[in-house]
């Protein structure tokens, strides 16, 4: 039995709920379609384009897309994922391990020397 598979039977947690925890998660507020116009705003404006968002106080939105279905089979199955599907299933873990009492998780105790998967490398042009 796989880290991730083990560490959900052992807390009682229902995939189904990580799915449906993560969507809630990850959705976009109004404050996120704030700051995603504001980064667009910052791109067309000529004066603006050499700065930093950092610079210019712009922060960055949420993606608006939870873990999927298959995605957390993946986990199940000890299979490698990218980073970012990695960080969406621990934030839907610890909001339901904190709702419950318990400890928050780790990257380490949930999914333990399981690789991250790596993209393909753009093209050098």
Do not use: H, W
Not at 23 to 40: G, I, M, P, T
Not at 42 to 67: C, F, H, N, W
Not at 91 to 112: E, I, Q, T
């Amino acid at each position: 039995m796989g880290t991730f598979k083990q560490f959900l039977s052992d807390q009682k947690l229902e995939p189904k709920t990580l799915v449906r925890l993560s969507s809630q998660l990850e959705s976009r507020s109004e404050e996120d379609r704030k700051l995603a116009k504001q980064r667009s705003d910052k791109r067309r404006d000529k004066e603006k384009q050499g700065k930093p968002y950092a610079e210019l106080g712009i922060g960055k939105p949420k993606s608006g897309r939870g873990v999927s279905v298959q995605q957390v089979n993946a986990a199940l199955e000890d299979q490698p994922l990218p980073a970012k599907v990695r960080g969406k299933l621990v934030r839907a873990v610890n909001a339901v391990l904190s709702k419950k009492g318990g400890p928050p998780a780790d990257f380490k105790s949930l999914f333990g020397e399981v690789p991250v998967r790596k993209g393909t490398a753009a093209k050098a042009s």
